[in-house]
């Protein structure tokens, strides 16, 4: 029996840098004996069957090598199982994603981590104008879009937890767990 996992590749296709192309990847990853091998967009949301019920941080670990044997490219990747990130976006806070004069994201955290060290690495939040919570193995943010130069989360791409995570929004985040819905 296969289960149906989702890998959120780090950094990929993103300001030029780490160039893949997804429909490579798709083609190598079921090569590479994964099955229903899809992704979503250009910046690194794959989907994908494997036999039983395998470790996610295996699995993760996995693709990642693959990646670096087959594209020479190094990139993290953060393994769920479909359940799992349906779960994650379902523990949201309530608010999150809400209010559309505030942009909202999903920090997935790298394993392994330290979730104090990283919150600690991006700093006091400003009252009024962002908000962050922990989740399971995530960080939900939020941030006023009106405020976003001073807001402590814009400025994360700059500190070094920032390398430790990757990042969606929270209308990918919420169509991923659409996507995974049946499986």
Known sequence: MNTTYLALLRGVNVGGKTML????LKTSLSAAGFTNVRTYINSGNVIFEASGQSDCLQLGRHI???????FKLEVAAVVFSAARWRQVVADAPKDWG???SWK??????LPPYEL???????GELK???????SGDGVLYQS?????????TGGKLAAKPAYKRMTVRNYNTSVKLAGLLAND
């Open 116 to 122: 104090k060290q990283i919150v600690a690495e991006i």
């Open 21 to 24: 192309s997804m429909a490579e």
């Open 143 to 151: 941030l006023s879009w009106a405020a976003f130069s001073r807001t």
């Open 127 to 133: 009252s009024g104008i962002e908000t962050m919570n």
């Open 98 to 100: 809400k209010n559309t």
């Open 104 to 109: 909202h994201n999903v920090l997935v955290l």
């Open 64 to 70: 990642s090598d693959h990646i670096r044997q087959t």
